[in-house]
């Protein structure tokens, strides 16, 4: 079955602080799809990256990027300089190949001016 | 591009009565579609997959007699709470998969449901 774990359940930073917010999943496929989305207190969620198990490589995007390790099962995501408008509730997601998406129980993020 | 919709955003009903929640892939097709109930504070929680002109398939402790889910077409789904009461009061949240986006879901902005 597969699992998803964050175990960080509230984090609270002050603006310009770098932030890793970690993730940890289980699964018995070796096709599958890791996904990070954030929720702001509108209660959208927003998709902001996935990777296939395929691919180890590590991604950047603006002060966002994202470490990707088979080898520890972890998607961890770093926001640098982080800003008040950061502030929201990250879900860290896992999908096996053609099946539903499970989600983490979510790390709630406060950045603080 | 991958813009889902989700129609009220908002609803407040009498316990008995049905409310029905409609979900729509705005600029592409989506053969298959989730419904999701979120918790205050909690994660999502997977209530039932949508198939385009198919049956639904709920998740176990999910009844389907009270969550009825169509997809009649290639843009719609719609979840129907039958019968609401208080404890139907959440979070609903559907989703739409891309195809050939490596199963990447997007997520409609949620209609908050309140049964008085």
């Not at chain 1, 175990?7 to 890793?20: C, F, G, L, P, R």
């Not at chain 2, 039932?48 to 009844?63: F, H, I, L, P």
Request: one cysteine or more; a neutral charge; hydrophobic letters at 35%.
């Amino acid at each position: 079955a597969q699992k998803v774990t964050q175990a960080q359940t509230e984090i609270s930073v002050v603006e310009k602080e770098d932030v890793t917010l970690d993730c940890v999943y289980e699964t018995r496929d070796t096709t599958y799809y890791l996904f990070w989305y954030k929720q702001p207190p509108s209660g959208e969620l927003v998709f902001l990256i996935r990777r296939n198990s395929f691919d180890e490589q590590n991604e950047i995007s603006g002060r966002y990027s994202w470490n990707f390790q088979k080898s520890t099962s972890s998607f961890n995501f770093t926001i640098t300089a982080s800003q008040v408008v950061d502030s929201a509730v990250y879900f860290c997601a896992l999908s096996e190949y053609r099946s539903d998406m499970r989600f983490g129980a979510g790390t709630r993020l406060t950045v603080k001016p | 591009g991958a813009v889902v919709s989700q129609h009220p955003s908002r609803v407040i009903c009498k316990s008995g009565t049905s409310v029905k929640i409609e979900c729509r892939s705005l600029d592409f097709q989506a053969t298959t579609m989730f419904w999701y109930r979120q918790f205050p504070k909690k994660s999502l929680m997977l209530m039932a997959t949508s198939n385009e002109g198919s049956k639904a398939t709920y998740e176990q402790g999910v009844e389907k007699d009270k969550f009825l889910i169509n997809h009649a077409s290639l843009t719609l789904s719609t979840l129907t709470v039958t019968s609401a009461h208080p404890e139907d009061s959440s979070f609903y949240i559907c989703s739409a998969r891309l195809a050939g986006a490596g199963d990447t879901q997007y997520f409609g902005p949620g209609t908050r449901l309140t049964v008085l």
